[in-house]
Structure formats: C-alpha cells, structure tokens
C-alpha cells in the first residue's frame, strides 16, 4: 500500500551536516527524512523557493522534455529500502500508457516538485525505515525521532513548505 505524503521541508542533520528532505503523511503523523547530497538538495531548494535560474537545471530540463513529448508524471514513489539505501520510481504517463523509471529519491522528489504531482511512499519503506541509518551510532535513535516529530517552522528555516 502506497501511503500520500508531502514535503516537510529541508534541513541540515545536525549530527552528520549532511541534507535532509523531510516526508510527512498528509493524513497523519508518519514522517520519513532522506538524507540527500548536497546538489540534490540544492536542486530541490531552488524548486522550494521558486529561484529561476540562468540556465535549465536537469530537473527543469526533463520536465521541458516530458512536455515536449506530451508526457506527464502521474506519481513518484519512494518504494523501497534495502541496505539502508531507498529507491523510488518515476511513474511517466504517455498516450494513455504508463511507464515505470528508477530512480533516486532525491531525482524522484525533484520532479515531483517541478511537476506538481503527488508522492507516495510505499508503507513497507515507512515499517522498515532505520530512522537513524545515517547517524552515528551515538545519536540516539529515540532522540531523533523525538526531533523530527517535533519540528516546526522555524526548524525548518527557509526551506518549509
């Protein structure tokens, strides 16, 4: 079952300094951070912030091929987590048929930003998501989820949604 969720915001993981993109349940309180690189999170803040940019960036350059081909996304989907690394699919619509494409999460929600289209996260990924997989051991896991669920705005600094 694929569950509805929307982009929280993006943030900095205090313990690694590394991207976080924060998924939340649009019908609850499920929360799902995915640690990104740097880029990707560039990529998706500049969506976030609706900052034009001299030249087409990749994201922007597949949305203008996708209309160019009368093609659409219907949804992505974080569908997956094995070893700690998740996995997502792009679903393109074309002539009334659908298209499955692998991809990174971080790729997938760029998209999805750029496209207005919905996300969903399979509940799988949700059940078996490490919340910590990223952190070092000395952060407690508890803490984290504690930080994440509790996050407001101005955690969240210019990057909420």
């Not at 690694?16 to 019908?27: E, S, W």
């Not at 499920?30 to 560039?42: M, Q, R």
């Not at 974080?78 to 494409?101: K, M, Q």
Request: proline share 4%; with cysteine.
């Amino acid at each position: 079952m694929e569950i509805e969720m929307k982009i929280r915001g993006l943030m900095m993981d205090p313990g690694t300094n590394m991207p976080i993109v924060i998924l939340k349940d649009v019908n609850g309180n499920a929360i799902l951070p995915i640690w990104v690189g740097v880029y990707e999170a560039n990529a998706i803040a500049l969506e976030i912030e609706k900052v034009a940019t001299q030249r087409p960036m990749t994201h922007d350059l597949i949305r203008t091929i996708l209309h160019g081909l009368d093609a659409g996304v219907q949804k992505v989907v974080v569908s997956e987590l094995r070893d700690d690394v998740f996995y997502a699919v792009i679903w393109v619509e074309r002539n009334g048929s659908l298209i499955s494409v692998d991809s990174r999460p971080s790729d997938a929600l760029a998209i999805a930003l750029r496209l207005d289209c919905p996300i969903f996260v399979d509940d799988s990924v949700l059940q078996n998501s490490k919340m910590a997989s990223a952190l070092p051991e000395k952060v407690n896991r508890d803490e984290l989820r504690q930080w994440l669920e509790n996050l407001n705005d101005e955690d969240l600094g210019r990057y909420k949604m």
